[in-house]
């Protein structure tokens, strides 16, 4: 194995008390929903149905003790939007220090093995 280089991956899980464990990529949704300000766009641009990304987010708004996304109605012809809440902007920045702190843990790694 002189010589190789490796590639190391790993998937983040968070764990609450009493709550099944949450996959790391349902916190990519909320991220998606930031960036395209509606569920169904998201859907739409990760591939995901609309009924399953809103169970995604109706699962992190319900674990939260505040709120993390908004919805406003359109009204007669329709368009509303979807947004994150001031906890949901906390949530997320959290969210991506620590998926930058897992990948430079894994490339870590990744150097540590390929000496």
Not at 8 to 24: C, E, T, V, W, Y
Not at 26 to 35: C, G, K, W
Not at 72 to 78: A, I, L, P, Q, V
């Amino acid at each position: 194995m002189k010589n190789q280089q490796f590639d190391i991956s790993g998937k983040l899980f968070l764990h609450l008390k009493n709550a099944r464990p949450i996959d790391m990529e349902n916190f990519h949704v909320l991220e998606q929903v930031a960036i395209h300000g509606s569920i169904s766009r998201t859907a739409k641009e990760i591939g995901m149905s609309y009924p399953k990304v809103w169970h995604i987010i109706d699962n992190l708004n319900k674990l939260s003790n505040k709120p993390l996304v908004k919805r406003t109605s359109g009204g007669k012809g329709g368009g509303g939007s979807t947004c994150l809440t001031e906890e949901g902007v906390r949530l997320l920045k959290r969210f991506r220090a620590v998926r930058r702190a897992h990948t430079r843990f894994l490339r870590q790694m990744e150097t540590r093995l390929s000496v």
